[in-house]
């Protein structure tokens, strides 16, 4: 007696719907978490409160949390133009960090403490 092929499809297909029905249903019972951003947020939300209580924001830090992706580990150009030597001052700095440059930077990646911090780090950087 041979056995039906399609068994051991039917079996995937089932247990697949009931792994998507139990994680709906996961989901929609944690739904006013996952609204607000869950751990994620929470946590980075801590980092910032923490940030401008004590007023303190480590510019070198900032850049290795959002710079690196583009520029570069030594913020020497990768995808994004190289940010040493650039002659730009505080307040040009600033401006790009707030409203982006163009279709490769984008605009609101730092705020608060942390754009001015990082427009005096960039632009002292040689």
């Known amino acids: ?3 039906n092929p399609i068994i051991p499809y039917i079996l ?3 247990f697949g719907l009931g ?3 139990f994680l709906s249903v996961e989901g929609a019972g944690n739904k006013a978490d996952i ?4 751990d994620k947020a929470k946590t980075e939300q801590a980092a910032g409160d923490k940030e401008s209580a004590s007023g303190d924001v480590d510019p ?5 949390q959002k710079c690196i992706s583009c520029h570069g580990g030594d913020l020497k150009g990768q995808v994004g133009p190289n940010l040493h030597g650039t002659g730009l001052k505080e307040a ?3 401006d790009i960090l ?3 440059k163009g279709s490769g930077m ?4 730092v705020s608060g403490a942390e754009l001015d911090a990082m427009a005096k780090y960039i632009s002292e950087l040689k």
Do not use: D, H, R, S
């Open 1 to 3: 007696m041979k056995k």
């Open 35 to 38: 609204a607000k951003g869950g």
């Open 60 to 64: 070198e830090a900032v850049a290795k």
């Open 19 to 21: 792994l998507i029905f």
């Open 106 to 109: 984008p605009a609101g990646l």
């Open 12 to 14: 995937i297909m089932a």
């Open 92 to 94: 040009e700095v600033k």
């Open 98 to 100: 707030t409203n982006g």
